[in-house]
């Protein structure tokens, strides 16, 4: 008995360990799923009669001292509601949910790009700082406008939205690679999917995870070594494909923009979030 109790004391007075400073816990958050989306417009030469019910995600990082970071802010303005065939709908804002986390304790978001159903759901998150690249802001707030070709997949409301952040001293220009800006950390330019897309890197306990965002979208695109299908440039996104890679501790932890089999491949947190690891 002398000894049982000792080793529960010895058990519950061990120290309580905490996270680095650069270390984060990642998770995937699935908020809703775009239904029969032609794999063609994913895959560079894709047959164009395959479709794919595909993931709509953000990516959440828990870090210490109460650092709350999305990578994108997903969307919720009812256009796309009703302009895609959206399925299993949640807002972003209450997809977090299960982490215990509420809107208001999302300290900043990386934002991959502009495209609507990224960078959407920023005014979900009003206390968030928005970090984008400096290139992409200046592009899309300006001379993308002056020609209806040159801003397809982006919306005014949402421009709107990061010009206010700028504002109020909420928008961090990131300027190309960096690995500097804040620990654990890195951003690295894309592959053109945008004007200036970028894609995170994340140190975790268990070494480093890439964050593809759209730069990769399938699994597929890394196997087969094809481009995504919507890029301004597809020799700069398989380069951009081939250094996520190089980043990543292992292959597997380069993550995609809107894989479902995401979900099949991390620990199962809920019926919408897994952890990255």
Not at 162 to 188: E, Q
Not at 199 to 210: A, D, L, P, S
Not at 251 to 268: E, I, Q, S, T
């Amino acid at each position: 008995m002398g000894i049982a109790l000792l080793a529960a004391l010895v058990v519950t007075s061990a120290p309580t360990v905490s996270p680095a400073a650069d270390e984060y816990e990642v998770y995937a958050v699935r908020y809703a799923t775009i239904a029969g989306f032609p794999v063609a417009s994913l895959v560079a030469g894709a047959d164009r009669s395959r479709r794919l019910d595909i993931a709509m995600m953000i990516w959440v990082l828990k870090g210490a001292g109460g650092r709350v970071v999305l990578v994108d802010s997903g969307f919720h303005r009812d256009r796309y509601l009703r302009e895609y065939s959206v399925k299993d709908y949640m807002k972003p804002s209450e997809a977090i949910a299960p982490l215990g986390l509420k809107p208001g304790d999302v300290t900043d978001i990386f934002l991959s790009h502009m495209h609507w159903d990224h960078a959407g759901g920023i005014d979900l998150f009003p206390s968030a700082r928005v970090w984008l690249q400096k290139e992409e802001y200046d592009y899309y707030a300006g001379e993308a406008w002056q020609s209806a070709r040159t801003h397809g997949g982006i919306d005014a409301d949402d421009v709107v939205e990061i010009v206010k952040r700028n504002t109020i001293g909420k928008l961090s220009f990131v300027r190309g690679d960096d690995k500097t800006a804040l620990p654990g950390i890195g951003f690295g330019v894309g592959g053109k999917h945008t004007f200036q897309s970028q894609f995170v890197t994340v140190t975790t306990r268990t070494g480093t995870v890439v964050l593809a965002s759209d730069n990769m979208y399938l699994y597929e695109n890394m196997q087969a070594h094809k481009a995504i299908a919507q890029t301004l440039d597809a020799v700069s996104n398989l380069r951009a494909q081939d250094r996520m890679r190089s980043l990543a501790s292992d292959p597997r932890l380069v993550v995609p923009g809107h894989d479902p089999a995401v979900f099949d491949r991390f620990k199962k947190i809920s019926d919408r979030i897994v952890r990255i690891e």
